[in-house]
């Protein structure tokens, strides 16, 4: 297998692992309150993760040595809690444009947290040498490419259940970031920063 498959492999189903599903809840309560009229609002969400996902990826692979593993893997889900709560509180709104800095924000630095957290386990893929820039690149463009994926069905989903069900847009991000909450509260109560 090529390098560029092998890597832009390995970003895609980084995100795309169901035993690690935080950045799947993590993209559902970011865009949950979006429609297909505003892809280019969420193609720029998508990316912005995905960059702080890779200069995680650089700052571990050429100035970090080490990351406190615990207090990444804490700060993960708390902040997708802080993510599903911002829908909570700013469900009522009309404007999407009130959020849109917030949530830049919060996709760049979850971005950065998760690269942090995948940083240990991409050390042990990555080969030292010329190519590991490239490398890097490689995976993120896979870990946008699955993001991407991830959205359209969250789009998707959206439309038939606000088209066909008619479901509020309000209630349904009520609903949905509420069960997002409750899959992660168990996540940081059971972490090992306690």
């Known amino acids: ?3 560029f498959k092998y890597f832009f492999k390995e970003g895609f189903f980084h995100v795309l692992d169901w035993q690690a599903y935080d950045h799947v ?18 193609l720029f969400l998508t990316t912005l993760f995905t960059l702080g996902h890779t200069i995680s990826l650089f700052l571990t692979s050429f100035l970090v040595d080490n990351v ?27 404007s999407q444009n009130d959020k849109k800095g917030i949530l830049y924000v919060t996709a760049l630095f979850f971005g950065i947290i998760h690269g942090l957290g995948f940083s240990s386990y991409f050390k042990m ?3 030292v040498g010329e190519y590991k820039v490239l490398s890097i690149l490689e995976f993120g463009l896979g870990i946008e490419m699955s993001q991407i994926l991830v959205v ?14 008619r479901f509020s847009k309000r209630d ?3 609903v ?16 090992k920063i306690w």
Do not use: C, H
């Not at 359209?152 to 069900?165: A, E, G, K, M, Y």
């Open 1 to 3: 297998m090529s390098e």
């Open 25 to 42: 809840l993590f993209f559902i309560v970011l865009v949950i309150g979006y429609s297909f009229n505003n892809w280019k609002r969420i």
């Open 68 to 94: 406190n593993s615990d207090l990444i893997e804490f700060l993960i889900p708390i902040t997708i809690l802080a993510t599903a709560l911002f829908n909570v509180f700013t469900a009522k709104k009309t």
């Open 125 to 127: 893929i990555i080969d």
């Open 152 to 165: 359209l069905i969250v789009l998707l989903i959206n439309f038939i259940i606000q088209t066909f069900f």
């Open 172 to 174: 349904w991000i009520l």
């Open 176 to 191: 949905v970031s509420s069960i997002v909450i409750g899959m992660v509260i168990p996540m940081i109560i059971s972490n």
